[in-house]
């Protein structure tokens, strides 16, 4: 079937340490992807996108790389914080304006 | 400028019942749409407005609608609850639906709580 998966459910991490969460896509038609940040009781908060005419996309200490090749989406957080604990989406979505979520990978931070 | 905002917050309510939940896109935003997380499924898409116009809509009984109004603002309505319908509802506005064409991205609110009993 079409859809947005993560590879890990859970990912723990030591503050300071560069987080890799990793996301595979089914549906060779999504043409847009992002990445949500969900804290917990609170609705998604987005991160960082791309769009399939890219590789790679930076933000404020967040690197977005598409791999189309192989359908695979990774979000890269550097010096990763206390506040970085959350669940993090990956989404895709084509023209059917239907953003398709994976089930998400929870990421701790160790202090 | 102000984001996506969802009222209410929190809501309980019993078997049998209805629901009506609102949402007010960013301003200038003129797509709209709902989606539904449980522990169990997820995040899943319930509709998508533009215009007035539903342009899609998900794999939903018809006991869940919605609509969109002329100012964009959109509410969307669960008919007959059942315990299953506990859920955070989610709403999120971009400009024109977020595709590749249109150039935009989705922003979502901090969602309604819905606990039915």
């Known amino acids: 079937g079409e859809s947005v998966g993560l590879h890990l459910p859970t990912l723990s991490v030591q503050e300071g340490d560069n987080s890799i969460i990793n996301c595979a896509y089914s549906n060779s038609a999504s043409d847009y992807f992002i990445w949500y940040k969900q804290e917990s009781g609170k609705g998604p908060q987005f991160i960082i996108d791309i769009r399939s005419n890219m590789d790679k996309r930076q933000g404020q200490r967040v690197t977005v790389l598409l791999n189309k090749t192989v359908k695979h989406l990774s979000l890269q957080i550097a010096a990763t914080q206390p506040g970085d604990s959350a669940v993090y989406f990956c989404?895709?979505?084509?023209?059917?304006?239907?953003?398709?979520f994976g089930a998400g990978t929870t990421v701790t931070v160790r202090a | 400028k102000a984001g996506v905002t969802q009222t209410p917050r929190y809501l309980i309510k019993t078997r049998g019942q209805q629901v009506t939940l609102s949402c007010s896109p960013i301003s200038g935003h003129r797509s709209v749409s709902w989606y539904q997380q449980t522990p169990g499924q997820g995040l899943q898409f319930l509709f998508e407005?533009?215009?007035?116009?539903?342009?899609n809509k998900g794999n939903f009984p018809g006991r869940f609608s919605g609509r969109q109004f002329s100012n964009s603002r959109s509410e969307m309505n669960v008919s007959t609850l059942e315990l299953g319908d506990s859920a955070l509802y989610l709403c999120a506005s971009s400009l024109q639906g977020g595709t590749i064409a249109s150039g935009n991205t989705i922003y979502f609110g901090e969602g309604s709580w819905l606990t039915v009993v």
């Open positions: 407005y533009f215009s007035e116009t539903q342009r």
């Open positions: 989404a895709e979505i084509g023209n059917d304006y239907k953003l398709s």
